[in-house]
């Protein structure tokens, strides 16, 4: 059973950057492919950015690419999801979650952890 932990959040202007980190428990963190979610007000909750168990990052919504950059550190449990310049569309609760797999997955039915989520608001 992994807990998983998002830190990172809060309030940005449009171009500014946040990180998000997503602290997993679970030992065998290297044999999990993580992911990022977001969720905005009356929206789905879609993915954003995976990454697999080899640190290859697999998947990026074509509204981030360019700006956004997910990467693990297994050492340390971590994964994190680098935020740049910012957009107000950007702003939504983040989720991380983790599958039992090697392969990333887009669907929210695929991954067996969640965090509790961390708020992005970004204002123009």
């Known amino acids: 059973q992994a807990e998983l932990l998002e830190s990172g959040g809060g309030l940005a202007q449009a171009g500014d950057s946040l990180r998000l980190s997503c602290a997993a428990s679970e030992r065998t963190f290297s044999s999990l492919s993580m992911g990022w979610f977001r969720q905005g007000p009356g929206k789905e909750r879609a993915l954003v950015a995976a990454?697999?168990?080899?640190?290859?990052?697999?998947y990026y919504a074509d509204s981030v690419k360019g700006r956004f950059t997910t990467f693990r550190d297994n050492a340390k449990n971590t994964v994190y999801l680098q935020m740049n310049n910012l957009k107000p569309d950007d702003t939504a609760v983040y989720y991380c979650?983790?599958?039992?797999?090697?392969?990333?997955?887009?669907?929210?039915?695929?991954?067996?952890?969640w965090g509790q989520g961390t708020q992005v608001t970004v204002s123009s």
């Open positions: 979650a983790a599958r039992s797999s090697a392969f990333i997955s887009t669907s929210t039915a695929a991954y067996d952890y």
């Open positions: 990454v697999n168990r080899a640190g290859i990052p697999l």
